[in-house]
Nanobody, 117 residues
């Protein structure tokens, strides 16, 4: 079993910043990558950013230059620094933990990010 917990969401004005945190626990050996996804109102869940164990990152075009994903000192933690937030960034943000083969991939419950004046 793998537990994934996100934190750091909230309400922020356009142009503001937020930092999301994600921590995985339980059977976390062999984590391959961790990442952030989001699902806005009436939209499908989409990739925001991922980072592999070796530090390779990938970002959605819509967040490049504004968001930054990083790993914590503990290999089971990951952060998403979100700057220059826009109303269209409003969504529930989910953390996902990837394992080789995909069978043990696990999702968190999500944290709400609302960008509004």
């Amino acid at each position: 079993q793998v537990q994934v917990v996100e934190s750091g969401g909230g309400l922020v004005q356009p142009g503001g910043s937020l930092r999301l945190s994600c921590a995985a626990s339980g059977s976390i050996f062999s984590i391959y990558a961790m990442g952030w996804y989001r699902q806005g109102p009436g939209k499908q869940r989409e990739l925001v950013a991922t980072i592999t164990n070796s530090g390779n990152t990938d970002y959605a075009d819509s967040v490049k230059g504004r968001f930054s994903i990083s790993k914590g000192n503990a290999k089971n933690t990951v952060y998403l620094q979100m700057n220059s937030l826009k109303p269209e960034d409003t969504a529930v943000y989910y953390c996902k933990v990837d394992f080789p083969g995909g069978r043990r991939d696990s999702w968190g419950q999500g944290t709400q990010v609302t960008v509004s004046s």
